[in-house]
């Protein structure tokens, strides 16, 4: 039975078979088609490049004369007079300057005077008190050397996490010296009041 079926499908599978290997061919064919000739074109790498003709120059227009100028005007002037004239003649003596007299006057400096601040600088809020909302003061007690500089810094606090904010802050600080007899001088044990307020 089933080779009946198969024998019976066979003319109909080859017929089928054979029109799409013709349909393939087809497609796959490709039309032969001359190929358009190229123009032979000519090119001129250097192009001849003509001279620029020289202007021309016209010798026909007229050429208007013009009289010269007259000489110049001589004036006759006696001998006499020219004899009678001085050599010299003075126009006028300069006044004379006397320099002022300068008297030699010292710059006055003050004997003696208190330190008094240049450069002051805010301390630093601690990150971890600020974070906490911890507020404080500091009362700091220094030295000043004659250069105007702070040393011997000693920080007292509310909260020990100020001291050492407080205490670089008053270091960076300049001042001018005390003063002594006109000699700058160590000022010893000042003392400030560093406040930490939390703004609001």
């Known amino acids: 039975m089933r080779l009946a079926r198969f024998a019976a499908g066979m003319p109909a599978a080859a017929t089928v078979t054979f029109f799409l290997f013709l349909g393939m061919m087809t497609l796959i064919t490709v039309e032969y088609r001359e190929e358009a000739p190229i123009p032979d074109y000519e090119i001129d790498i250097f192009p001849t490049v003509e001279p620029i003709p020289d202007p021309e120059i016209r010798t026909d227009l007229p050429v208007t004369q013009f009289d010269p100028p007259p000489p110049p005007i001589r004036l006759e002037v006696a001998r006499a007079a020219v004899d009678a004239a001085p050599e010299a003649m003075d126009i006028g ?8 007299a300068i008297e030699h006057q010292g710059i006055y400096v003050a004997a003696n005077r208190e330190e008094t601040p240049l450069v002051r600088f805010d301390p630093v809020y601690p990150d971890n008190l600020l974070m906490r909302g911890v507020e404080g003061n500091c009362l700091v007690v220094y030295d000043i050397a004659a ?6 810094i000693s920080a007292n606090c509310s909260n020990s996490g100020f001291v050492r904010s407080a205490e670089r802050a008053v270091q960076r600080w300049r001042f001018n010296p005390r003063r002594e007899d006109g000699q700058d001088v160590v000022r010893r044990a000042r003392q400030t009041n560093l406040d930490f307020r939390i703004a609001d």
């Open 93 to 100: 003596a300069l006044p004379t300057i006397e320099t002022p």
């Open 147 to 152: 250069d105007g500089t702070p040393f011997n």
